[in-house]
């Protein structure tokens, strides 16, 4: 069983930045693909970015050169760099880690097994 645990969500204006962290409960983090969901009230969850054992990093279209997605295997820790924030990044964003025993499609959250509770990104005009 792994936990995970989102932080360093709030509220900025736009162009702002937020820097998300995921702190995982696991003693084999560096084996988990992870990435980061977010899910605005009333649209369906929307993959943000993952990566892999390797650096290998994936990224959704509306994210990709403003979002920069690491990890740090020796904390245990995912992050979330976030610059150039605007009005349509607020959403609940969701941390997730798939273990290394399944097929891994990097953006797809039926990939994923595990979940983070979430932490809220609201980003003003």
């Known amino acids: 069983q792994v936990q995970l645990v989102e932080s360093g969500g709030g509220s900025v204006q736009s162009g702002g930045s937020l820097r998300l962290t995921c702190l995982a409960s696991t003693a084999t983090f560096g084996d988990l693909r992870l990435a980061w969901f977010r899910q605005a009230p009333g649209r369906e969850r929307e993959a943000v970015a993952s990566?892999?054992?390797?650096?290998?990093?994936n990224y959704g279209d509306s994210v990709r050169g403003r979002f920069t997605i690491s990890r740090d295997n020796a904390k245990n820790t995912l992050f979330l760099e976030m610059t150039s924030l605007k009005p349509e990044d607020t959403a609940m964003y969701y941390c997730?880690?798939?273990?290394?025993?399944?097929?891994?499609?990097?953006?797809?959250?039926?990939?994923?097994?595990?979940w983070g509770q979430g932490t809220q990104v609201t980003v003003s005009s």
């Open positions: 997730a880690a798939s273990p290394p025993d399944r097929p891994w499609f990097p953006l797809s959250p039926n990939t994923y097994t595990y």
């Open positions: 990566i892999g054992r390797s650096p290998i990093r």
